[in-house]
């Protein structure tokens, strides 16, 4: 078994988890941070949505699509993790941009929303290169 | 079975895990760092503001706001179910803190509830400016929805524009923000109950308890007192 397939199994669950419950939170009221300021801010600005769908629901999306890669790749279903790397690579753009707009627009951050960036960045950083795999001829 | 069948039962089994974590702990009451009721900073008597509630009330409730802060409207119905749960006991004492650099309407918003007041109808304005926040917040001038809004009070409309841009009403909210700068007041809602800083509660359930225990204390200092 790959470590590194774990890994990413690992992270992308725990992502799962933190989607999950910020799109259950989102309309449950206030949503109180603890080490950071304002996830209430954040998580009902005019920023939070696309097409008026939450973007948790995105996140959601993307770490389940991570963890099918990882899982298929654990159980030798099929050498796919290798495909991981553009998806991450677009994801942490993503990530980028989000953390900016709660750095920059918002001036509010909100600690969930904080962890699936660092999750994400350590996807990306643990994503095969797809380069890695090409072999001289 | 398959390697690529027992590939997808994981996944489904790990999204439903998943899902049955977040439901579980999005239904558990806050009890992490931010607990409410821990004792914080503590507020003296800061003058000014606007109170709901009566003056004898035993606990008053402080709050510095903006209307345009999507916290703030989140807190809103907390506010008014706690002052609804204990009508003789909780007084709410409100101080504009419009950010007007992240919040380009809380300003005007602060202004038109004042204007509101003017009239009488301040309390009735603070409630439709939460209510209809989405609506206002997002507009580059938001003076037709607010005037909108003080048809719906039946306010006198050009009394209502006077006094939105009276510059003494414009002062009263400066100075509340003077007031919520001298408290330490670093974001919005900030919460006093009786002079003690509050950290955010997470829920009403949260909220009340932390106001029944004051007025759990309030009435054991009373015994004790009259023994």
Redesign the interface.
């Known amino acids: 078994m790959s470590k590194r397939a774990l890994a990413i199994a690992l992270l992308s669950?725990v992502g799962?988890?933190d989607a999950?419950?910020l799109?259950?939170?989102r309309n449950?009221?206030?949503?109180?941070?603890?080490?950071t300021?304002?996830c209430?801010?954040v998580l009902?600005?005019?920023y939070s949505e696309l097409m008026g769908i939450p973007l948790s629901v995105f996140g959601l999306v993307f770490y389940?699509f991570v963890?099918?890669l990882a899982?298929?790749e654990i159980?030798?279903?099929?050498k796919i993790l290798n495909r991981l790397f553009w998806p991450a690579t677009a994801g942490l753009a993503i990530s980028a941009i989000l953390v900016g707009i709660q750095a920059f627009?918002?001036?509010?951050y909100c600690e969930y929303c904080l962890l699936s960036a660092i999750l994400v960045l350590s996807i990306f950083l643990l994503s095969p290169r797809p380069w890695a795999h090409k072999h001289p001829q | 079975m398959?390697?690529?069948v027992?590939?997808l039962i994981?996944?489904v089994l790990?999204?439903a895990v998943?899902?049955g974590?977040?439901?579980y702990?999005?239904r558990q009451p806050?009890r992490?760092?931010?607990t409410p009721g821990t004792p914080g900073p503590t507020l003296k008597n800061t003058g000014g503001g606007h109170f709901r509630g009566p003056e004898n009330a035993k606990v008053t409730l402080v709050e510095f706001g903006d209307y345009q802060?999507?916290?703030c409207?989140?807190?809103h119905?907390?506010v008014l179910e706690a002052l609804s749960r204990y009508p003789q006991d909780v007084r709410l004492e409100f101080h504009h803190y419009p950010l007007v650099?992240?919040h380009a309407n809380s300003m005007a918003a602060s202004l038109a509830v004042e204007a509101a007041g003017e009239q009488g109808k301040y309390w009735e304005m603070h409630d439709l400016l939460f209510e209809h926040q989405d609506e206002w917040s997002?507009s580059p001038n938001p003076e037709p929805d607010f005037i909108a809004l003080a048809q719906r009070l039946a306010l006198n409309q050009n009394a209502f524009m006077q006094a939105m841009r009276s510059p003494q009403l414009q002062d009263r909210v400066l100075q509340d923000v003077v007031r919520a700068q001298q408290a330490n007041v670093?974001?919005v809602p900030t919460f006093f109950i009786d002079g003690q800083k509050q950290n955010?509660?997470?829920?009403?359930t949260a909220f009340v308890d932390t106001i029944e225990s004051h007025l759990h204390d309030k009435a054991s200092a009373n015994t004790n007192t009259n023994k």
């Open positions: 669950f799962m988890f999950l419950y799109s259950i939170k449950a009221g206030p949503i109180p941070c603890h080490v300021r304002g209430t801010d009902t600005s005019r389940v963890f099918s899982i298929f159980l030798g279903a099929g627009a918002l001036k509010a | 398959s390697k690529a027992k590939a994981v996944i790990a999204v998943a899902g974590a977040a439901v702990f999005s806050d992490a760092a931010n802060c999507p916290s409207k989140a807190y119905p907390l650099s992240i997002k670093e974001a955010l509660p997470p829920s009403i």
